[in-house]
């Protein structure tokens, strides 16, 4: 165990990286004051506020900005047009503080007078995902044009909102379900003249104040707003209600709209999908009410599924059914092919999970949780460098620093899902969190030495937690949940051992990075203990701890190999002990089929993920891959089916079997490793932040022709055969053919 002596110099570098975890980028203007209604129950959960302001000018200026904080979300028009759809990020940054937008307002206005709209939605609840204030409110500075928030501006709990009855979002969930009320709406509020339902606001504070406390600007982009699409639907009749069937194109997140004619008004229709309930845990839903004479309405609170569900009075007709998709501004620019339809199929499903477990932050499942356990995390950051561009590593670094800065103060534990109320330590995913496939990862593929300098420190306090006993293993420690993964003959302590080995072999490259070599020297002469104890558990054909009772476990042999623990001598009796030995999760599933391509198993590794993960990829009715082999009961966790830690074959298959990696931080120089297992074909592209690294392969004639593309200013370095020396390839496309 490292411990640290908290020299007054550390204690000032500790001092500045918080800081700059936290600084804010823009300042609000000294005028600009947190602001809610005056009336009524404000801080309620679920509380909707209208706040309206007009400013004239003689002329726009070159550039407006506005600096917008809000408690929970908002929604932004100038002049009646909206312009952003679903403003702000989940709290926190910090379990105090919180983030803030900037949002360029100079296309939307104009000479004379302008009429600033916000929508507030108050959460009013903590969740999973989301850290509550305790209080409603807004912050707006636009000092270009001499706007801030204050007592001037006009606003109103919007009376037309509402709290739907039961069945209530489970208690994971900051989100309420949402009714609305059409007889109580308030049309064209964003533009009239007249606001005689309005009142001046109250002010809460200057920007820093308690309980929103320091602003942190936005670190990940607006939500890309796909915009209103018409939707199909067919009628499944009932007594007295009809349930209106709309298939999505694929799981994604939607906001319904509505329009419809209904003469009497008082009708309720409930908006829903296919995913309302995970093994009966509900989520989000929608309500409405009509009024009388045609009317629109959309559903603003997100929600998601394969079908959307439209529940109507029996023999009501929708004049037309739309759907608003929303989502992370990053795009599925890596592309991959190959002649086996399966694992086409696999890829295309693997990207849908992956896009719709992302938004304020990554998710487990955006239905039931909606939170950021960095187990899954760790595996979903790793499938991004292989499919998304560059805009979603801003996610992940946001997720890395809000891990480090939900770190416990009385005990130095890492924990997750952050933010939010959960405070429990699930050992095994905090140390895969700080692994070479957590954080280095995030280095290797990104460069950016300025998160890792942040980060390491509470790197450092986190593994100072952990011992090693007289066995040379990682001393057993109970965090709050003692999560191995999910399934039956889970070897623990070997577990844990292992992920605890891949955790300090990061921490020694950090080390290394930042010209720590005291620290990297520790860190290693650990790891040469761990695999030692890990070694004393070698039983001629498998590792197992001695006090193991049941059937050998495949994740420990997965871990002992990608660690590097194991050696080639042994990898003929763990694949043998792979064919027979299937206990991982999807989860712990993807780090076996790396362990087999690593032992020069590739085909036999393409042959178990097909086997393992048929049912999900030949569903014809899902889009998206489940959380475990089955659907809810016959799952692990409740069973979603959008769960993206089982799409880690992505990962295996870019790296391993096209055999793509980074060799030097940022793509610099890049390994190209190919295993091309029982493809006879294929083509990858690969987004990294040197530009697109392109890879394809065709076997012919007893040869096998690789067609290369180098970004200008990297090199690739090409292994024809796993033993084989690299052939360096610079700039452009290259042409080599390997074989007989």
Same mark, same amino acid.
């Given at each position: 165990?490292?411990?640290?002596?908290?020299?007054?110099?550390?204690?000032?570098?500790?001092?500045?990286?918080?800081?700059?975890?936290?600084?804010?980028?823009?300042?609000?203007?000294?005028?600009?004051?947190?602001?809610?209604?005056?009336?009524?129950?404000?801080?309620?959960?679920?509380?909707?506020?209208?706040?309206?302001?007009?400013?004239?000018?003689?002329?726009?200026?070159?550039?407006?900005?506005?600096?917008?904080?809000?408690?929970?979300?908002?929604?932004?028009?100038?002049?009646?047009?909206?312009?952003?759809?679903? #403003?702000?990020?989940?709290?926190?940054?910090?379990?105090?503080?919180?983030?803030?937008?900037?949002?360029?307002?100079?296309?939307?206005?104009?000479?004379?007078?302008?009429?600033?709209?916000?929508?507030?939605?108050?959460?009013?609840?903590?969740?999973?995902?989301?850290?509550?204030?305790?209080?409603? +409110?807004?912050?707006?500075?636009?000092?270009?044009?001499?706007?801030?928030?204050?007592?001037?501006?006009?606003?109103?709990?919007?009376?037309?909102?509402?709290?739907?009855?039961?069945?209530?979002?489970?208690?994971?969930?900051?989100?309420?379900?949402?009714?609305?009320?059409?007889? &109580?709406?308030?049309p064209q509020w964003q533009t009239d003249t007249e606001l005689n339902t309005f009142g001046r606001s109250t002010e809460l504070g200057r920007a820093g104040d308690a309980p929103w406390n320091r602003l942190v600007k936005r670190p990940i982009p607006l939500w890309r707003d796909y915009g209103l699409k018409d939707i199909k639907y067919?009628?499944?009749?009932?007594?007295?209600?009809?349930?209106?069937?709309?298939?999505?194109?694929?799981?994604?997140?939607?906001?319904?709209?509505?329009?419809?004619?209904?003469?009497?008004?008082?009708?309720?229709?409930?908006?829903?999908?296919?995913?309302?309930?995970?093994?009966?845990?509900?989520?989000?839903?929608?309500?409405?009410?009509?009024?009388?004479?045609?009317?629109?309405?959309?559903?603003? #609170?997100?929600?998601?599924?394969?079908?959307? /569900?439209?529940?109507?009075?029996?023999?009501?007709?929708?004049?037309?059914?739309?759907?608003?998709?929303? #989502?992370?501004d990053g795009m599925a620019s890596g592309t991959f092919w190959c002649d086996d339809e399966y694992f086409n199929r696999f890829w295309l499903k693997g990207l849908r999970t992956l896009y719709v477990n992302m938004r304020d932050t990554f998710f487990d499942c955006p239905e039931r949780e909606r939170a950021q356990w960095w187990g899954?995390?760790?595996?979903?950051?790793?499938?991004c460098f292989y499919t998304y561009d560059t805009r979603v590593h801003q996610l992940i670094r946001k997720g890395i620093l809000e891990l480090c800065n939900f770190q416990r103060e009385n005990d130095d534990c890492l924990h997750s899902p952050i933010p939010g109320t959960y405070n429990k330590e699930l050992p095994a995913q905090m140390?895969?969190?700080?692994?070479?496939?957590?954080?280095?990862?995030?280095?290797?593929?990104?460069?950016?030495? &300025?998160?890792?300098?942040?980060?390491?420190?509470?790197?450092?306090?986190?593994?100072?937690?952990?011992?090693?006993?007289?066995?040379?293993?990682?001393?057993?420690?109970?965090?709050?949940?003692?999560?191995?993964?999910?399934?039956?003959?889970?070897?623990?302590?070997?577990?844990?051992?292992?992920?605890?080995?891949?955790?300090?072999?990061?921490?020694?490259?950090?080390?290394?990075?930042?010209?720590?070599?005291?620290?990297?020297?520790?860190?290693?002469? &650990?790891?040469?203990?761990?695999?030692?104890?890990?070694?004393?558990?070698?039983?001629?054909?498998?590792?197992?701890?001695?006090?193991?009772?049941?059937?050998?476990?495949?994740?420990?042999?997965?871990?002992?190999?990608?660690?590097?623990?194991?050696?080639?001598?042994?990898?003929?009796?763990?694949?043998?002990?792979?064919?027979?030995?299937?206990?991982?999760?999807?989860?712990?599933?993807?780090?076996?089929?790396?362990?087999?391509?690593?032992?020069?198993?590739?085909? /036999?590794?393409?042959?178990?993920?097909?086997?393992?993960?048929?049912?999900?990829?030949?569903?014809?009715?899902?889009?998206?891959?489940?959380?475990?082999?089955?659907?809810?009961?016959?799952?692990?966790? #409740?069973?979603?089916?959008?769960?993206?830690?089982?799409?880690?074959?992505?990962?295996?298959?870019?790296?391993?079997?096209?055999?793509?990696?980074?060799?030097?931080?940022?793509?610099?120089?890049?390994?190209?490793?190919?295993?091309?297992?029982?493809?006879?074909?294929?083509?990858?592209?690969?987004?990294?932040?040197?530009?697109?690294? +392109?890879?394809?392969?065709?076997?012919?004639?007893?040869?096998?022709?690789?067609?290369?593309?180098?970004?200008?200013?990297?090199?690739?370095?090409?292994?024809?055969?796993?033993?084989?020396?690299?052939?360096?390839?610079?700039?452009?496309?290259?042409?080599?053919?390997?074989?007989?």
């Amino acid at each position: 165990m490292i411990h640290i002596r908290m020299t007054r110099k550390f204690l000032f570098l500790l001092l500045f990286c918080l800081c700059s975890l936290t600084s804010s980028a823009v300042d609000f203007s000294e005028g600009a004051r947190w602001i809610t209604a005056s009336q009524g129950e404000v801080n309620a959960p679920n509380t909707w506020i209208a706040f309206r302001r007009d400013v004239t000018l003689d002329a726009v200026p070159s550039e407006v900005q506005a600096s917008i904080a809000a408690d929970s979300k908002y929604w932004l028009w100038v002049n009646g047009r909206m312009i952003v759809f679903e #403003g702000s990020v989940k709290r926190g940054p910090t379990p105090r503080d919180s983030y803030f937008d900037v949002v360029d307002l100079t296309p939307y206005l104009r000479s004379g007078t302008n009429q600033i709209a916000l929508l507030l939605w108050y959460f009013g609840k903590s969740g999973f995902s989301h850290t509550d204030s305790g209080k409603s +409110g807004l912050i707006f500075s636009a000092p270009a044009i001499g706007l801030h928030s204050d007592a001037s501006w006009m606003s109103c709990i919007h009376p037309a909102y509402g709290t739907c009855g039961d069945p209530k979002p489970n208690y994971r969930l900051s989100e309420s379900s949402i009714r609305f009320d059409a007889a &109580q709406d308030m049309p064209q509020w964003q533009t009239d003249t007249e606001l005689n339902t309005f009142g001046r606001s109250t002010e809460l504070g200057r920007a820093g104040d308690a309980p929103w406390n320091r602003l942190v600007k936005r670190p990940i982009p607006l939500w890309r707003d796909y915009g209103l699409k018409d939707i199909k639907y067919s009628t499944r009749a009932g007594a007295e209600e009809d349930t209106l069937v709309a298939r999505l194109p694929y799981n994604m997140h939607i906001t319904p709209t509505i329009t419809l004619q209904d003469d009497e008004g008082g009708h309720l229709i409930r908006l829903q999908t296919d995913h309302l309930f995970v093994s009966d845990v509900p989520s989000v839903r929608g309500e409405y009410i009509t009024r009388p004479g045609m009317q629109s309405y959309e559903s603003l #609170g997100w929600m998601n599924g394969d079908e959307l /569900y439209v529940i109507v009075p029996h023999g009501m007709k929708l004049k037309r059914l739309q759907y608003r998709q929303t #989502g992370y501004d990053g795009m599925a620019s890596g592309t991959f092919w190959c002649d086996d339809e399966y694992f086409n199929r696999f890829w295309l499903k693997g990207l849908r999970t992956l896009y719709v477990n992302m938004r304020d932050t990554f998710f487990d499942c955006p239905e039931r949780e909606r939170a950021q356990w960095w187990g899954d995390v760790t595996t979903l950051l790793g499938e991004c460098f292989y499919t998304y561009d560059t805009r979603v590593h801003q996610l992940i670094r946001k997720g890395i620093l809000e891990l480090c800065n939900f770190q416990r103060e009385n005990d130095d534990c890492l924990h997750s899902p952050i933010p939010g109320t959960y405070n429990k330590e699930l050992p095994a995913q905090m140390l895969a969190s700080i692994s070479m496939y957590g954080f280095w990862n995030y280095y290797m593929n990104t460069g950016d030495r &300025q998160t890792i300098e942040t980060a390491y420190p509470h790197v450092r306090r986190y593994l100072n937690v952990w011992q090693i006993d007289e066995t040379g293993l990682t001393a057993e420690r109970h965090g709050g949940w003692d999560w191995g993964d999910w399934g039956d003959h889970r070897d623990i302590r070997l577990i844990y051992a292992g992920w605890h080995y891949i955790a300090l072999n990061s921490a020694a490259h950090m080390a290394d990075l930042l010209n720590l070599p005291v620290e990297a020297a520790a860190y290693r002469k &650990q790891m040469e203990s761990l695999k030692r104890g890990f070694e004393a558990c070698w039983t001629g054909t498998a590792y197992r701890y001695p006090k193991f009772k049941g059937d050998t476990d495949d994740r420990v042999q997965a871990l002992a190999v990608i660690s590097g623990i194991a050696g080639p001598e042994k990898y003929e009796a763990i694949t043998k002990l792979f064919h027979t030995q299937m206990h991982a999760s999807p989860y712990m599933e993807k780090y076996v089929m790396e362990a087999l391509f690593q032992m020069g198993e590739g085909e /036999y590794a393409m042959e178990r993920c097909r086997q393992r993960f048929n049912e999900m990829v030949s569903d014809d009715f899902h889009t998206t891959l489940y959380e475990g082999w089955g659907i809810g009961n016959n799952g692990f966790g #409740g069973g979603t089916t959008n769960h993206a830690w089982s799409g880690g074959a992505i990962t295996v298959i870019a790296q391993y079997l096209m055999g793509l990696s980074p060799a030097s931080a940022g793509w610099s120089e890049f390994d190209i490793r190919p295993q091309t297992a029982t493809f006879r074909k294929a083509r990858i592209t690969v987004p990294t932040v040197k530009g697109t690294v +392109g890879l394809s392969f065709v076997k012919r004639g007893g040869k096998t022709i690789y067609t290369i593309d180098v970004p200008e200013g990297t090199t690739g370095r090409f292994f024809a055969t796993r033993y084989s020396s690299p052939r360096l390839l610079t700039g452009g496309r290259h042409v080599l053919s390997v074989g007989e």
